[in-house]
């Protein structure tokens, strides 16, 4: 049972390109999320997505979309990649109150 | 708008003393208050939690106690050790629609040896 996982690890980007960040879960959870961590900060609620099939913004959706084929899958994809994107991003599933979490992506944009 | 307000930032504790870490919330359709433990370099990992139909939960040496006409609850570590080091994050959720977390800003704990 691997829980959440997330690849890759680290990225940086040049400013402009795309990428996709994945996240797959095996716990059959239909909640799923993305939050970003800012240095000293808390974490944000990027998307989220209650189903397959169904997604949703959250605080802090722009330059970011999403999708949800799959129960295991919720890849969140940045188009155009600004330094502001600059974060440690964390994906997240469950299946009531208690949330679950990948070990990150840190993501360096330049 | 903060919807959940956590101090302090920083905290030293002595190993064997007490940490106690505060949080604020102004939304009170709230009803659920987990306290998350995150080391470095990996994710937020569930400590404890309660229901605010509770004033006090207790898991070995983590204490959450809650106020519910404050709007506020606390954390306390007992017996605090150097393995605690790591970054506390309150945070609050409703338990209907998308149940996504509202966290705190986040409290590096350091126990000194």
């Known amino acids: 049972n691997a829980g959440v996982t997330q690849t890759p690890k680290f990225r940086i980007l040049k400013i402009g390109q795309s990428m996709t960040l994945q996240c797959t879960q095996d716990?059959?959870?239909?909640?799923m999320y993305w939050y970003r961590q800012d240095p000293g900060m808390g974490l944000k609620l990027i998307y989220y997505?209650?189903?397959?099939?169904?997604?949703d913004k959250g605080e802090v959706p722009n330059g970011y979309n999403v999708s949800r084929s799959t129960t295991e899958d919720f890849p969140l994809r940045l188009e155009l990649a600004a330094p502001s994107q600059t974060s440690v991003y964390f994906c997240?599933?469950?299946?009531?109150?208690?949330?679950?979490f990948g070990p990150g992506t840190r993501l360096l944009v330049l | 708008q903060q919807q959940v307000k956590q101090s302090p930032q920083s905290l030293i504790v002595q190993k064997g003393g007490i940490s106690i870490i505060n949080c604020a919330y102004e939304?009170?359709?709230?009803?659920?208050f987990p306290w998350y433990q995150q080391f470095p370099g990996k994710g937020p990992a569930l400590l404890i939690a309660?229901?605010?139909?509770?004033s006090e939960k207790k898991e070995g040496r983590f204490t959450i106690s809650f106020n519910k006409s404050a709007k506020q609850f606390s954390l306390h570590i007992m017996d605090s050790q150097p393995g605690d080091s790591a970054t506390y994050f309150c945070?609050?959720?409703?338990?209907?629609?998308?149940?996504?977390?509202?966290f705190g800003s986040g409290t590096r704990l350091q126990v000194q040896p």
């Open positions: 997505s209650v189903g397959a099939g169904i997604t």
């Open positions: 939304n009170t359709a709230f009803d659920y």
């Open positions: 716990m059959n959870h239909n909640y």
């Open positions: 945070a609050a959720s409703m338990d209907t629609g998308r149940r996504a977390l509202t």
């Open positions: 997240a599933s469950s299946r009531k109150e208690t949330q679950y």
């Open positions: 309660i229901r605010p139909d509770v």
